[in-house]
Protein backbone atom coordinates (compact mmCIF):
# COMPACT_ATOMS: atom_id res chain seq x y z
CA UNK A 1 0.00 0.00 0.00
CA UNK A 2 2.82 2.37 0.81
CA UNK A 3 4.95 1.21 -2.06
CA UNK A 4 1.94 2.67 -4.41
CA UNK A 5 0.92 5.55 -2.79
CA UNK A 6 5.14 6.61 -3.16
CA UNK A 7 4.70 5.32 -6.59
CA UNK A 8 2.04 7.66 -7.21
CA UNK A 9 3.10 10.19 -5.34
CA UNK A 10 6.58 9.95 -7.91
CA UNK A 11 4.11 10.11 -10.95
CA UNK A 12 2.21 13.16 -9.58
CA UNK A 13 5.61 15.26 -9.33
CA UNK A 14 6.96 13.66 -12.66
CA UNK A 15 3.71 15.30 -14.15
CA UNK A 16 3.73 18.59 -11.81
CA UNK A 17 7.68 18.84 -13.23
CA UNK A 18 6.80 19.07 -16.69
CA UNK A 19 3.83 21.32 -16.27
CA UNK A 20 6.44 23.63 -14.34
CA UNK A 21 9.15 23.74 -16.90
CA UNK A 22 6.60 23.89 -19.76
CA UNK A 23 4.28 26.21 -18.83
CA UNK A 24 6.55 29.36 -19.54
CA UNK A 25 6.86 28.53 -22.93
CA UNK A 26 3.22 26.98 -23.29
CA UNK A 27 1.97 30.14 -22.78
CA UNK A 28 4.39 32.65 -25.22
CA UNK A 29 3.60 29.12 -27.66
CA UNK A 30 -0.16 29.75 -27.28
CA UNK A 31 0.18 33.39 -27.77
CA UNK A 32 2.76 33.81 -30.70
CA UNK A 33 2.88 30.39 -32.19
CA UNK A 34 6.57 30.20 -31.78
CA UNK A 35 9.06 28.32 -29.38
CA UNK A 36 11.33 30.22 -27.68
CA UNK A 37 14.36 28.21 -28.11
CA UNK A 38 15.74 30.52 -25.46
CA UNK A 39 13.14 28.52 -22.90
CA UNK A 40 16.05 26.61 -21.30
CA UNK A 41 18.38 29.66 -20.33
CA UNK A 42 15.39 31.48 -18.91
CA UNK A 43 14.99 28.59 -16.65
CA UNK A 44 18.86 28.98 -15.52
CA UNK A 45 18.38 32.51 -15.00
CA UNK A 46 15.82 32.06 -12.93
CA UNK A 47 17.95 30.11 -11.50
CA UNK A 48 20.95 31.96 -10.89
CA UNK A 49 18.57 34.55 -9.86
CA UNK A 50 18.05 32.63 -6.69
CA UNK A 51 21.12 31.40 -5.97
CA UNK A 52 22.64 34.87 -6.33
CA UNK A 53 20.45 36.74 -4.41
CA UNK A 54 20.61 34.26 -1.54
CA UNK A 55 24.42 33.66 -0.94
CA UNK A 56 24.08 37.77 -0.45
CA UNK A 57 21.55 37.29 2.45
CA UNK A 58 18.02 37.66 0.54
CA UNK A 59 15.42 35.38 2.58
CA UNK A 60 14.99 32.25 -0.19
CA UNK A 61 11.48 32.17 -0.58
CA UNK A 62 11.44 35.77 -1.34
CA UNK A 63 14.56 34.87 -3.69
CA UNK A 64 12.53 32.27 -5.68
CA UNK A 65 8.91 33.03 -5.56
CA UNK A 66 9.22 37.01 -6.04
CA UNK A 67 13.05 37.86 -7.38
CA UNK A 68 13.07 34.83 -10.32
CA UNK A 69 10.13 35.40 -11.97
CA UNK A 70 10.83 39.50 -11.64
CA UNK A 71 14.06 39.49 -12.89
CA UNK A 72 13.86 36.84 -16.06
CA UNK A 73 10.01 38.67 -17.04
CA UNK A 74 11.90 42.11 -17.10
CA UNK A 75 14.36 40.27 -19.20
CA UNK A 76 11.82 38.85 -21.36
CA UNK A 77 10.12 42.33 -22.08
CA UNK A 78 13.53 43.26 -22.91
CA UNK A 79 14.16 41.06 -25.22
CA UNK A 80 10.52 41.16 -27.28
CA UNK A 81 11.12 44.54 -27.63
CA UNK A 82 14.77 44.22 -28.70
CA UNK A 83 14.60 41.40 -30.82
CA UNK A 84 11.05 39.49 -31.30
CA UNK A 85 9.13 41.99 -32.69
CA UNK A 86 10.96 42.25 -35.32
CA UNK A 87 10.13 38.81 -36.62
CA UNK A 88 6.59 38.54 -36.18
CA UNK A 89 5.18 36.25 -38.82
CA UNK A 90 8.73 35.13 -39.62
CA UNK A 91 8.38 31.94 -37.49
CA UNK A 92 11.31 30.37 -38.68
CA UNK A 93 13.79 33.55 -38.15
CA UNK A 94 11.85 33.69 -34.67
CA UNK A 95 13.16 30.25 -33.88
CA UNK A 96 16.90 31.11 -34.99
CA UNK A 97 16.93 34.33 -33.33
CA UNK A 98 15.90 33.01 -29.58
CA UNK A 99 18.57 30.52 -30.41
CA UNK A 100 20.82 32.73 -30.79
CA UNK A 101 19.57 34.18 -27.65
CA UNK A 102 19.80 31.44 -25.86
CA UNK A 103 24.08 30.92 -26.85
CA UNK A 104 24.74 34.51 -25.98
CA UNK A 105 22.81 34.33 -22.56
CA UNK A 106 24.76 30.30 -22.19
CA UNK A 107 27.81 32.70 -23.03
CA UNK A 108 27.62 35.73 -20.78
CA UNK A 109 26.37 33.57 -17.71
CA UNK A 110 29.94 31.79 -18.18
CA UNK A 111 31.83 34.58 -19.01
CA UNK A 112 30.61 36.34 -15.43
CA UNK A 113 29.72 33.27 -13.19
CA UNK A 114 31.97 30.72 -14.76
CA UNK A 115 31.08 27.50 -16.44
CA UNK A 116 30.92 25.40 -13.43
CA UNK A 117 28.03 25.28 -10.62
CA UNK A 118 28.22 28.38 -8.97
CA UNK A 119 27.57 27.66 -4.87
CA UNK A 120 24.57 25.40 -4.38
CA UNK A 121 21.54 25.93 -2.17
CA UNK A 122 19.91 22.81 -0.21
CA UNK A 123 16.22 22.62 -0.38
CA UNK A 124 14.61 24.46 2.46
CA UNK A 125 12.28 21.67 3.26
CA UNK A 126 12.71 18.47 5.01
CA UNK A 127 11.80 14.83 4.01
CA UNK A 128 8.05 13.22 5.01
CA UNK A 129 7.76 9.33 6.23
CA UNK A 130 4.74 7.50 3.85
CA UNK A 131 4.99 4.37 5.87
CA UNK A 132 8.31 3.02 5.25
CA UNK A 133 8.88 5.52 2.68
CA UNK A 134 10.51 8.58 2.70
CA UNK A 135 9.62 11.90 -0.10
CA UNK A 136 10.83 15.07 -0.09
CA UNK A 137 9.41 17.96 1.13
CA UNK A 138 10.25 20.22 -0.95
CA UNK A 139 8.42 18.03 -4.06
CA UNK A 140 5.47 18.26 -2.53
CA UNK A 141 5.87 21.63 -1.88
CA UNK A 142 6.66 21.85 -5.96
CA UNK A 143 3.29 19.89 -6.63
CA UNK A 144 1.67 22.78 -4.62
CA UNK A 145 3.03 25.68 -6.42
CA UNK A 146 2.15 24.25 -9.95
CA UNK A 147 -1.36 23.30 -8.95
CA UNK A 148 -1.66 26.86 -7.69
CA UNK A 149 0.39 28.16 -11.05
CA UNK A 150 -2.23 26.36 -13.35
CA UNK A 151 -5.01 27.72 -11.39
CA UNK A 152 -3.80 31.25 -11.26
CA UNK A 153 -3.41 31.01 -15.13
CA UNK A 154 -6.57 29.56 -15.22
CA UNK A 155 -8.83 32.85 -13.22
CA UNK A 156 -6.22 35.12 -14.87
CA UNK A 157 -7.34 33.70 -18.83
CA UNK A 158 -10.64 33.43 -17.86
CA UNK A 159 -11.86 36.49 -15.62
CA UNK A 160 -10.09 39.23 -16.10
CA UNK A 161 -9.91 41.79 -18.66
CA UNK A 162 -6.12 41.04 -19.43
CA UNK A 163 -7.23 37.50 -20.16
CA UNK A 164 -9.71 38.53 -22.49
CA UNK A 165 -7.77 40.69 -24.61
CA UNK A 166 -5.22 37.91 -24.24
CA UNK A 167 -7.54 35.09 -25.33
CA UNK A 168 -9.09 37.58 -28.13
CA UNK A 169 -5.41 38.01 -29.44
CA UNK A 170 -4.72 34.10 -29.91
CA UNK A 171 -7.68 33.46 -32.00
CA UNK A 172 -7.55 36.55 -33.68
CA UNK A 173 -4.64 38.80 -33.91
CA UNK A 174 -5.98 40.69 -36.66
CA UNK A 175 -9.66 41.53 -35.41
CA UNK A 176 -8.50 42.00 -31.97
CA UNK A 177 -6.03 44.96 -32.90
CA UNK A 178 -9.36 45.57 -35.36
CA UNK A 179 -11.01 46.08 -32.20
CA UNK A 180 -8.80 48.56 -30.70
CA UNK A 181 -6.79 46.07 -28.73
CA UNK A 182 -2.99 46.80 -29.32
CA UNK A 183 -1.52 43.38 -30.21
CA UNK A 184 2.16 44.67 -30.08
CA UNK A 185 1.55 45.35 -26.44
CA UNK A 186 -0.30 41.95 -25.53
CA UNK A 187 3.09 40.43 -27.49
CA UNK A 188 5.10 42.08 -25.11
CA UNK A 189 3.41 41.93 -21.76
CA UNK A 190 3.13 37.51 -22.84
CA UNK A 191 6.82 37.03 -23.39
CA UNK A 192 7.32 38.63 -20.43
CA UNK A 193 4.57 36.80 -18.46
CA UNK A 194 6.05 33.67 -19.76
CA UNK A 195 9.38 34.77 -18.86
CA UNK A 196 8.42 35.08 -15.82
CA UNK A 197 6.69 32.15 -14.81
CA UNK A 198 9.95 29.97 -16.34
CA UNK A 199 12.10 32.03 -14.15
CA UNK A 200 9.64 30.75 -11.55
CA UNK A 201 10.28 27.22 -12.19
CA UNK A 202 14.16 28.11 -12.29
CA UNK A 203 13.98 29.57 -9.31
CA UNK A 204 12.13 26.53 -7.80
CA UNK A 205 14.21 23.91 -9.61
CA UNK A 206 17.40 25.67 -8.47
CA UNK A 207 18.08 23.73 -5.05
CA UNK A 208 17.54 20.59 -6.59
CA UNK A 209 19.53 20.54 -9.83
CA UNK A 210 22.18 23.29 -8.86
CA UNK A 211 22.88 25.86 -11.29
CA UNK A 212 25.41 25.90 -14.42
CA UNK A 213 25.32 28.05 -17.36
CA UNK A 214 24.04 25.05 -19.61
CA UNK A 215 21.59 23.74 -17.04
CA UNK A 216 18.65 24.47 -19.78
CA UNK A 217 19.53 22.08 -21.86
CA UNK A 218 18.54 19.51 -19.07
CA UNK A 219 15.16 20.83 -19.47
CA UNK A 220 14.46 21.56 -22.95
CA UNK A 221 14.22 18.52 -24.44
CA UNK A 222 11.12 18.04 -22.15
CA UNK A 223 9.60 21.21 -22.26
CA UNK A 224 9.00 21.84 -25.79
CA UNK A 225 8.49 17.58 -26.49
CA UNK A 226 5.81 18.72 -23.62
CA UNK A 227 4.57 21.53 -25.21
CA UNK A 228 4.58 20.92 -29.28
CA UNK A 229 2.11 17.46 -27.90
CA UNK A 230 -0.11 19.56 -26.25
CA UNK A 231 -0.76 21.75 -28.89
CA UNK A 232 -1.80 25.54 -28.77
CA UNK A 233 -4.26 25.60 -26.19
CA UNK A 234 -2.47 26.88 -22.98
CA UNK A 235 -3.36 24.79 -20.09
CA UNK A 236 -5.10 21.85 -21.64
CA UNK A 237 -2.67 21.26 -23.94
CA UNK A 238 0.33 21.78 -21.00
CA UNK A 239 -1.75 19.78 -18.65
CA UNK A 240 -2.94 16.85 -21.00
CA UNK A 241 0.32 16.54 -22.33
CA UNK A 242 2.30 16.12 -19.01
CA UNK A 243 -0.15 13.97 -17.56
CA UNK A 244 0.36 11.77 -20.59
CA UNK A 245 4.09 12.12 -20.74
CA UNK A 246 4.90 12.64 -17.26
CA UNK A 247 3.25 9.08 -16.36
CA UNK A 248 5.03 7.61 -19.05
CA UNK A 249 8.49 9.07 -17.77
CA UNK A 250 7.65 8.23 -14.45
CA UNK A 251 6.53 4.61 -14.57
CA UNK A 252 9.61 3.83 -17.24
CA UNK A 253 12.07 5.05 -15.09
CA UNK A 254 10.88 3.17 -11.47
CA UNK A 255 10.91 -0.17 -14.06
CA UNK A 256 14.21 0.57 -15.55
CA UNK A 257 15.74 3.57 -14.25
CA UNK A 258 15.98 6.86 -15.32
CA UNK A 259 17.64 6.19 -18.50
CA UNK A 260 14.94 4.51 -20.73
CA UNK A 261 12.22 7.77 -18.99
CA UNK A 262 13.27 10.13 -21.10
CA UNK A 263 13.35 7.71 -24.53
CA UNK A 264 9.74 6.34 -23.60
CA UNK A 265 8.53 9.85 -23.19
CA UNK A 266 10.14 10.94 -26.45
CA UNK A 267 8.78 8.16 -28.49
CA UNK A 268 5.45 8.14 -26.92
CA UNK A 269 5.94 11.35 -27.76
CA UNK A 270 6.47 10.91 -31.67
CA UNK A 271 4.26 8.41 -32.15
CA UNK A 272 1.58 10.73 -30.93
CA UNK A 273 2.48 13.39 -32.99
CA UNK A 274 1.81 11.14 -35.88
CA UNK A 275 -1.71 10.40 -34.85
CA UNK A 276 -2.09 13.81 -34.03
CA UNK A 277 0.51 16.23 -35.55
CA UNK A 278 -0.90 19.39 -34.45
CA UNK A 279 -1.61 18.15 -31.05
CA UNK A 280 -3.82 16.89 -28.43
CA UNK A 281 -5.47 20.26 -28.30
CA UNK A 282 -6.23 20.44 -32.19
CA UNK A 283 -8.00 16.95 -31.78
CA UNK A 284 -9.40 17.19 -28.10
CA UNK A 285 -10.23 19.68 -25.70
CA UNK A 286 -11.06 22.26 -28.26
CA UNK A 287 -12.28 24.88 -26.71
CA UNK A 288 -10.38 24.81 -23.79
CA UNK A 289 -7.98 27.50 -22.68
CA UNK B 1 23.65 31.93 -62.95
CA UNK B 2 22.99 30.07 -65.97
CA UNK B 3 24.26 26.33 -66.78
CA UNK B 4 27.17 26.96 -68.45
CA UNK B 5 28.79 29.35 -66.31
CA UNK B 6 27.75 27.29 -63.52
CA UNK B 7 29.33 24.54 -64.79
CA UNK B 8 32.61 26.38 -64.94
CA UNK B 9 32.23 26.91 -61.63
CA UNK B 10 31.81 23.31 -60.65
CA UNK B 11 35.08 22.29 -63.04
CA UNK B 12 36.81 25.41 -60.93
CA UNK B 13 35.78 23.77 -57.62
CA UNK B 14 36.52 20.36 -58.39
CA UNK B 15 40.01 21.74 -59.36
CA UNK B 16 40.52 23.65 -56.30
CA UNK B 17 39.06 20.95 -54.59
CA UNK B 18 41.53 18.44 -56.13
CA UNK B 19 44.89 20.65 -55.54
CA UNK B 20 44.27 20.72 -51.94
CA UNK B 21 43.62 17.41 -51.75
CA UNK B 22 46.96 16.64 -53.07
CA UNK B 23 48.95 19.84 -52.23
CA UNK B 24 47.80 20.06 -48.24
CA UNK B 25 49.61 17.42 -46.95
CA UNK B 26 52.76 18.27 -48.52
CA UNK B 27 52.76 21.96 -47.23
CA UNK B 28 51.15 21.52 -44.00
CA UNK B 29 52.32 20.24 -40.64
CA UNK B 30 50.79 16.75 -39.68
CA UNK B 31 48.82 18.62 -36.37
CA UNK B 32 46.99 20.88 -38.61
CA UNK B 33 46.27 17.82 -41.32
CA UNK B 34 44.51 15.77 -38.58
CA UNK B 35 42.76 19.21 -37.40
CA UNK B 36 41.87 19.48 -41.11
CA UNK B 37 40.78 15.67 -41.24
CA UNK B 38 38.20 16.94 -38.51
CA UNK B 39 37.17 20.22 -40.33
CA UNK B 40 36.20 18.45 -43.18
CA UNK B 41 33.68 16.11 -41.53
CA UNK B 42 32.72 19.12 -40.11
CA UNK B 43 32.34 20.30 -43.99
CA UNK B 44 30.35 16.80 -45.33
CA UNK B 45 27.78 17.46 -42.33
CA UNK B 46 27.10 21.10 -43.42
CA UNK B 47 26.62 19.83 -47.15
CA UNK B 48 23.95 17.33 -45.73
CA UNK B 49 22.22 19.93 -44.02
CA UNK B 50 22.76 22.70 -46.91
CA UNK B 51 21.28 19.91 -48.80
CA UNK B 52 18.20 18.77 -47.00
CA UNK B 53 17.81 22.73 -45.47
CA UNK B 54 18.12 24.40 -48.99
CA UNK B 55 17.22 21.98 -51.46
CA UNK B 56 14.15 20.41 -49.78
CA UNK B 57 12.72 23.07 -47.10
CA UNK B 58 13.40 20.82 -44.14
CA UNK B 59 14.77 22.67 -41.35
CA UNK B 60 16.58 19.77 -39.48
CA UNK B 61 17.68 21.76 -35.86
CA UNK B 62 19.06 18.14 -35.11
CA UNK B 63 21.33 17.03 -38.13
CA UNK B 64 24.14 16.43 -35.46
CA UNK B 65 21.61 13.23 -34.21
CA UNK B 66 22.61 11.67 -37.45
CA UNK B 67 26.42 12.63 -37.71
CA UNK B 68 26.67 11.43 -34.04
CA UNK B 69 24.81 7.87 -34.91
CA UNK B 70 26.84 7.55 -38.04
CA UNK B 71 29.77 8.12 -35.30
CA UNK B 72 28.79 5.63 -33.27
CA UNK B 73 27.98 2.96 -35.54
CA UNK B 74 31.27 3.47 -36.85
CA UNK B 75 32.89 2.96 -34.13
CA UNK B 76 30.86 -0.51 -32.19
CA UNK B 77 30.96 -2.06 -35.90
CA UNK B 78 34.43 -1.34 -36.21
CA UNK B 79 35.08 -2.74 -32.90
CA UNK B 80 33.08 -6.03 -33.57
CA UNK B 81 34.14 -6.69 -36.89
CA UNK B 82 37.55 -5.77 -36.08
CA UNK B 83 38.00 -4.20 -39.44
CA UNK B 84 36.30 -0.49 -40.41
CA UNK B 85 35.20 -1.11 -44.16
CA UNK B 86 31.96 -2.82 -43.42
CA UNK B 87 31.76 -0.50 -40.22
CA UNK B 88 31.61 2.29 -42.57
CA UNK B 89 28.93 0.68 -44.40
CA UNK B 90 26.91 -0.07 -41.49
CA UNK B 91 27.55 3.55 -40.17
CA UNK B 92 25.72 5.38 -43.09
CA UNK B 93 23.29 2.83 -43.93
CA UNK B 94 22.38 3.22 -39.89
CA UNK B 95 22.51 6.65 -39.76
CA UNK B 96 19.73 7.00 -42.58
CA UNK B 97 17.65 4.18 -41.78
CA UNK B 98 16.81 6.33 -38.16
CA UNK B 99 16.81 9.54 -40.57
CA UNK B 100 14.05 7.28 -42.72
CA UNK B 101 12.10 6.31 -39.46
CA UNK B 102 11.73 9.58 -37.82
CA UNK B 103 11.41 11.15 -41.20
CA UNK B 104 8.29 8.89 -41.62
CA UNK B 105 6.75 9.98 -38.40
CA UNK B 106 7.40 13.43 -39.31
CA UNK B 107 6.23 13.98 -42.87
CA UNK B 108 3.59 11.20 -42.98
CA UNK B 109 1.90 13.28 -39.85
CA UNK B 110 2.20 15.85 -42.07
CA UNK B 111 4.16 17.80 -39.09
CA UNK B 112 4.78 21.53 -39.84
CA UNK B 113 8.17 23.39 -40.19
CA UNK B 114 8.59 24.58 -36.82
CA UNK B 115 7.96 21.90 -35.35
CA UNK B 116 9.88 19.41 -37.06
CA UNK B 117 12.77 21.60 -35.99
CA UNK B 118 12.19 21.26 -32.21
CA UNK B 119 11.43 17.31 -32.71
CA UNK B 120 14.77 16.80 -34.23
CA UNK B 121 16.46 19.17 -31.64
CA UNK B 122 14.65 17.45 -29.14
CA UNK B 123 15.54 14.03 -30.76
CA UNK B 124 19.12 14.78 -30.30
CA UNK B 125 19.20 16.24 -26.76
CA UNK B 126 17.75 13.00 -25.58
CA UNK B 127 20.08 11.02 -27.62
CA UNK B 128 23.21 12.94 -25.54
CA UNK B 129 21.52 12.48 -22.10
CA UNK B 130 20.99 8.96 -23.27
CA UNK B 131 24.21 8.35 -24.07
CA UNK B 132 25.94 10.06 -21.18
CA UNK B 133 23.98 7.58 -18.94
CA UNK B 134 25.68 4.42 -20.29
CA UNK B 135 29.14 4.64 -18.34
CA UNK B 136 27.98 1.04 -16.38
CA UNK B 137 29.56 -2.18 -17.37
CA UNK B 138 26.06 -3.08 -18.76
CA UNK B 139 25.91 -0.68 -21.50
CA UNK B 140 27.79 -2.78 -24.17
CA UNK B 141 26.72 -3.97 -27.72
CA UNK B 142 28.71 -6.91 -28.39
CA UNK B 143 32.38 -6.15 -27.61
CA UNK B 144 32.10 -2.45 -27.48
CA UNK B 145 31.75 -0.71 -24.16
CA UNK B 146 29.95 2.50 -24.97
CA UNK B 147 31.78 4.65 -22.21
CA UNK B 148 28.94 7.12 -20.79
CA UNK B 149 30.21 10.21 -21.02
CA UNK B 150 33.82 9.30 -21.32
CA UNK B 151 32.61 7.86 -24.98
CA UNK B 152 35.01 5.30 -26.77
CA UNK B 153 38.39 5.50 -28.38
CA UNK B 154 37.86 5.39 -32.50
CA UNK B 155 39.78 2.53 -34.50
CA UNK B 156 41.56 4.02 -37.15
CA UNK B 157 40.12 2.95 -40.60
CA UNK B 158 42.02 0.52 -42.57
CA UNK B 159 43.27 -0.87 -45.94
CA UNK B 160 39.71 -3.04 -47.24
CA UNK B 161 40.41 -6.73 -46.58
CA UNK B 162 43.07 -6.57 -44.21
CA UNK B 163 42.41 -5.07 -40.62
CA UNK B 164 45.82 -4.88 -40.04
CA UNK B 165 46.89 -2.78 -42.33
CA UNK B 166 46.19 0.71 -40.60
CA UNK B 167 46.39 4.12 -42.55
CA UNK B 168 48.22 6.73 -41.24
CA UNK B 169 46.72 10.23 -40.03
CA UNK B 170 47.81 11.71 -43.66
CA UNK B 171 45.71 8.70 -45.29
CA UNK B 172 42.80 9.63 -43.54
CA UNK B 173 42.84 13.19 -44.76
CA UNK B 174 43.10 11.81 -48.84
CA UNK B 175 40.09 9.30 -47.67
CA UNK B 176 38.01 12.27 -46.19
CA UNK B 177 39.11 14.46 -48.74
CA UNK B 178 38.17 12.63 -51.30
CA UNK B 179 34.94 11.68 -49.47
CA UNK B 180 33.70 15.60 -48.97
CA UNK B 181 34.57 15.86 -53.02
CA UNK B 182 32.32 12.75 -54.09
CA UNK B 183 29.94 14.03 -51.48
CA UNK B 184 29.82 17.54 -53.26
CA UNK B 185 29.15 16.06 -56.38
CA UNK B 186 26.81 13.63 -55.39
CA UNK B 187 24.78 15.96 -54.16
CA UNK B 188 25.25 18.70 -57.04
CA UNK B 189 24.15 15.61 -59.24
CA UNK B 190 20.85 14.87 -57.17
CA UNK B 191 19.91 18.27 -57.24
CA UNK B 192 20.06 18.11 -61.19
CA UNK B 193 18.30 14.73 -61.50
CA UNK B 194 14.64 15.09 -61.91
CA UNK B 195 14.36 13.66 -57.61
CA UNK B 196 15.94 17.15 -56.74
CA UNK B 197 13.95 19.49 -58.99
CA UNK B 198 10.71 17.52 -57.42
CA UNK B 199 12.50 18.36 -54.03
CA UNK B 200 12.97 22.12 -55.34
CA UNK B 201 9.38 22.08 -56.48
CA UNK B 202 8.31 21.29 -52.74
CA UNK B 203 10.49 23.70 -51.42
CA UNK B 204 8.65 26.36 -53.48
CA UNK B 205 5.34 25.17 -52.49
CA UNK B 206 4.62 22.47 -50.87
CA UNK B 207 0.62 22.20 -52.09
CA UNK B 208 1.08 22.95 -55.44
CA UNK B 209 4.20 20.83 -56.19
CA UNK B 210 1.25 18.06 -54.31
CA UNK B 211 -1.41 19.32 -56.39
CA UNK B 212 0.36 18.37 -60.40
CA UNK B 213 0.98 15.18 -58.77
CA UNK B 214 4.13 14.68 -56.28
CA UNK B 215 3.85 12.42 -53.49
CA UNK B 216 5.10 15.20 -51.37
CA UNK B 217 6.08 12.92 -48.46
CA UNK B 218 8.13 10.33 -50.09
CA UNK B 219 9.82 12.82 -51.51
CA UNK B 220 10.59 14.52 -48.08
CA UNK B 221 10.93 10.92 -46.83
CA UNK B 222 13.92 9.87 -49.34
CA UNK B 223 15.93 13.24 -49.25
CA UNK B 224 15.73 13.45 -45.53
CA UNK B 225 17.49 9.79 -45.49
CA UNK B 226 19.82 10.74 -48.39
CA UNK B 227 20.76 13.99 -45.80
CA UNK B 228 20.98 11.29 -42.56
CA UNK B 229 22.99 8.88 -44.88
CA UNK B 230 25.05 12.00 -45.35
CA UNK B 231 25.92 13.03 -42.11
CA UNK B 232 26.40 9.71 -40.76
CA UNK B 233 29.42 9.44 -43.40
CA UNK B 234 30.40 12.96 -41.57
CA UNK B 235 30.31 10.70 -38.66
CA UNK B 236 32.81 8.83 -39.88
CA UNK B 237 35.51 10.93 -41.05
CA UNK B 238 34.64 13.25 -37.45
CA UNK B 239 35.50 9.78 -35.28
CA UNK B 240 39.17 9.14 -37.04
CA UNK B 241 40.01 12.76 -37.31
CA UNK B 242 39.19 13.03 -33.68
CA UNK B 243 39.99 9.66 -32.51
CA UNK B 244 37.38 9.48 -30.16
CA UNK B 245 33.29 9.90 -29.87
CA UNK B 246 31.62 11.15 -26.95
CA UNK B 247 28.33 12.30 -26.46
CA UNK B 248 28.90 15.80 -27.05
CA UNK B 249 28.49 15.43 -30.70
CA UNK B 250 24.50 15.24 -29.80
CA UNK B 251 24.97 18.29 -27.65
CA UNK B 252 23.06 21.58 -28.61
CA UNK B 253 26.25 23.70 -29.24
CA UNK B 254 27.01 21.07 -32.11
CA UNK B 255 23.33 21.43 -33.36
CA UNK B 256 23.62 24.91 -33.57
CA UNK B 257 26.93 25.09 -35.06
CA UNK B 258 25.46 23.12 -37.77
CA UNK B 259 22.54 25.72 -38.43
CA UNK B 260 24.85 28.62 -38.08
CA UNK B 261 27.34 27.09 -40.56
CA UNK B 262 24.75 26.56 -43.41
CA UNK B 263 23.16 30.13 -42.37
CA UNK B 264 26.44 31.87 -42.89
CA UNK B 265 27.66 29.95 -45.45
CA UNK B 266 24.38 30.76 -47.54
CA UNK B 267 21.47 28.34 -47.84
CA UNK B 268 20.19 27.51 -51.31
CA UNK B 269 23.69 26.70 -52.35
CA UNK B 270 25.92 23.37 -51.43
CA UNK B 271 29.51 25.59 -51.11
CA UNK B 272 28.51 28.37 -49.05
CA UNK B 273 27.56 25.45 -46.04
CA UNK B 274 30.77 23.79 -46.89
CA UNK B 275 33.00 27.05 -46.52
CA UNK B 276 30.95 28.04 -43.47
CA UNK B 277 32.15 25.08 -41.80
CA UNK B 278 36.08 25.64 -42.55
CA UNK B 279 35.67 29.30 -41.82
CA UNK B 280 33.54 28.66 -38.66
CA UNK B 281 36.06 26.10 -37.60
CA UNK B 282 38.76 28.44 -38.37
CA UNK B 283 37.55 30.96 -36.08
CA UNK B 284 36.81 29.04 -33.03
CA UNK B 285 39.96 27.11 -33.20
CA UNK B 286 41.79 30.85 -33.47
CA UNK B 287 39.46 32.10 -30.55
CA UNK B 288 39.52 28.82 -28.94
CA UNK B 289 43.65 30.42 -27.95
CA UNK B 290 42.32 33.22 -25.90
CA UNK B 291 40.13 32.11 -23.45
CA UNK B 292 38.72 35.24 -22.57
CA UNK B 293 35.88 35.16 -25.08
CA UNK B 294 33.28 32.33 -24.77
CA UNK B 295 32.38 30.23 -27.39
CA UNK B 296 28.84 30.54 -27.10
CA UNK B 297 28.78 34.14 -27.21
CA UNK B 298 30.39 34.61 -30.72
CA UNK B 299 28.05 32.08 -32.43
CA UNK B 300 24.87 33.11 -30.43
CA UNK B 301 26.02 36.86 -31.52
CA UNK B 302 26.65 36.06 -35.15
CA UNK B 303 23.31 33.71 -35.45
CA UNK B 304 20.96 36.92 -33.85
CA UNK B 305 22.89 39.58 -36.78
CA UNK B 306 22.47 36.87 -39.27
CA UNK B 307 18.86 36.51 -38.52
CA UNK B 308 17.97 39.99 -37.52
CA UNK B 309 19.82 41.73 -40.48
CA UNK B 310 19.19 39.40 -43.17
CA UNK B 311 22.48 38.63 -45.09
CA UNK B 312 21.81 35.93 -46.92
CA UNK B 313 24.78 34.09 -46.46
CA UNK B 314 28.20 34.89 -47.84
CA UNK B 315 27.88 32.67 -50.88
CA UNK B 316 24.49 34.04 -52.13
CA UNK B 317 26.17 37.36 -51.90
CA UNK B 318 29.14 37.22 -53.63
CA UNK B 319 27.11 35.90 -56.30
CA UNK B 320 24.77 38.57 -56.20
CA UNK B 321 27.65 41.35 -56.42
CA UNK B 322 29.17 39.09 -59.14
CA UNK B 323 26.05 39.48 -61.15
CA UNK B 324 25.32 43.34 -60.70
CA UNK B 325 28.79 44.35 -61.73
CA UNK B 326 28.58 42.12 -64.61
CA UNK B 327 25.28 43.78 -65.47
CA UNK B 328 23.06 40.83 -65.83
CA UNK B 329 20.93 41.90 -63.06
CA UNK B 330 18.46 43.80 -65.65
CA UNK B 331 15.55 41.99 -66.58
CA UNK B 332 15.75 38.77 -64.15
CA UNK B 333 15.93 40.85 -61.29
CA UNK B 334 12.53 43.24 -62.64
CA UNK B 335 10.98 40.26 -62.63
CA UNK B 336 12.00 39.05 -59.65
CA UNK B 337 11.28 42.41 -57.91
CA UNK B 338 7.59 42.18 -59.39
CA UNK B 339 6.79 38.58 -58.40
CA UNK B 340 7.88 39.78 -54.95
CA UNK B 341 5.61 42.37 -54.49
CA UNK B 342 3.00 39.89 -55.56
CA UNK B 343 3.48 37.63 -53.00
CA UNK B 344 4.23 38.19 -49.17
CA UNK B 345 6.32 35.62 -48.96
CA UNK B 346 9.91 35.94 -48.96
CA UNK B 347 11.56 35.09 -52.01
CA UNK B 348 14.80 33.61 -51.79
CA UNK B 349 17.70 33.21 -54.94
CA UNK B 350 18.72 29.73 -55.29
CA UNK B 351 21.52 28.92 -57.11
CA UNK B 352 22.94 25.31 -57.97
CA UNK B 353 25.89 24.11 -56.97
Known amino acids: ?289 | MNRTRENSWLILIAIVGVVFLIGAPQVLELFTIINLTTAIAMALLALSLGLIWGFGGILCFGQSTFFGIGAYAYVISAINFGGTSWAIVVAILVAAAFAAVLGYFMFYGRVSDVYLGVITLTVSLIFYNLMRRTSGPEYKIGDAQLGGFNGMNAPPLNVPGDASWILFPEDVFYVAMAALIIGYFLCVWLIRSHFGRVAVAIRENELRAELVGYDVRLHKLILFAIGGGLAGAAGVLFANGVGRITPDVFNLYNAALTIIWVIVGGRGTLIGPILGAFGLFYLIGSLGQQSSINNNLVLGVILVVFVLLGPKGIVPSIIDLWDRKRGRSGAFARQGRRRRNRSPRKVETHHEG
Open chain 1, 1 to 289: MDLYLALALQIVYGIANLVLISLGLAIIFGMMRVINLAHGEFLMLGGYTVVVSTNAGLNIWLAMLVLAPLVVGIIGVIVERVMIRFLYGRMVDTLLATWGLSLVLIGLVTTIFGAQTATSISPPLGAIHIGDFTSSGYELFLIGVTAVLSILAYCALKYTRIGLIARGTMQGAEIASALGVSTSRTYAITFGVGAAVSGLAGGLLAPITGVLPSIGATYIAKAFITVISGGTAILAGTLSASTLLGSVNSVLSYITGPTMGEVGLLVVAIVLLRLMPQGITARLFRRSL
